[in-house]
């Protein structure tokens, strides 16, 4: 149990256009789901809190309106990135929290975003 | 504000030896949680094991244990028994008891040699 998904998992776009991805809590869930960065043989960085049925948190420094998280379900949070630019391009990780506990984490299997 | 540090950014070790990755943190919080998380080159994260700071038991799953050391902020990973699956990247993490946000470290680079 505890099985996160991402779609896609890869993702070439054009700069200027907006991307989507999607992650789901298959088998629980999920009041309450997060957004991660990852560059290249880096840590994750936390970028939003997305909670289910209200506005999402955003950390220090992450543009709200650039980066688009919208948490309609108990089972699906997306991240929309609008008008993509090379510099977005980055490994994208969700996580959620199973049954309304976010003191353990599970992991989508992560989405590659690369803008041209 | 926590951090986390992880001073090894990369370590090898020979198949079905034993190796210690370490981790130190900062925080004035009592409780709280730590975690070892592992990406694989697939880069799915996997969660290696979970301490409560309130429980003075060091946890274990498997071949995976930890040394938590409450006054010394230190919460190593010891994995035993390495197998060529262990080779990952392995991130230590933080969060308060009250709180939801993981906070990493760096991660260490782990290399398991045949």
């Known amino acids: 149990g505890a099985v996160v998904s991402q779609h896609p998992s890869r993702v070439i776009c054009k700069s200027g256009t907006s991307v989507k991805i999607e992650c789901r809590s298959l088998d629980f869930q999920a009041t309450t789901m997060f957004w991660y960065r990852q560059f290249p043989k880096q840590s994750l960085m936390l970028m939003a809190t997305s909670n289910e049925g209200s506005k999402a948190t955003y950390e220090q420094g992450v543009e709200k309106d650039k980066f688009l998280i919208n948490h309609a379900s108990l089972t699906l949070s997306t991240l929309t990135v609008t008008s993509a630019h090379p510099e977005d391009s980055s490994f994208y990780i969700c996580s959620a929290g199973r049954g309304g506990r976010t003191d353990t984490q599970y992991f989508g299997p992560g989405t590659r975003l690369t803008v041209l | 504000a926590q951090t986390v540090t992880q001073s090894q950014p990369e370590m090898s070790v020979q198949e079905a030896e034993t190796v210690t990755l370490s981790c130190t943190y900062d925080t004035s919080e009592s409780n709280y949680y730590l975690f070892w998380y592992k990406q694989p080159p697939s880069r799915q994260m996997i969660l290696v094991i979970r301490q409560e700071a309130y429980k003075q038991q060091n946890a274990t799953e498997n071949r995976f244990s930890v040394n938590f050391q409450k006054a010394a902020k230190s919460f190593s990973l010891k994995i035993s028994d390495s197998q060529l699956g262990d080779t990952a990247m392995y991130f230590c993490?933080?969060?308060?008891?009250?709180?939801?946000?993981?906070?990493f470290g760096a991660g260490t680079i782990l290399r398991v040699k045949s």
């Open positions: 993490a933080f969060m308060k008891h009250e709180g939801n946000k993981l906070v």
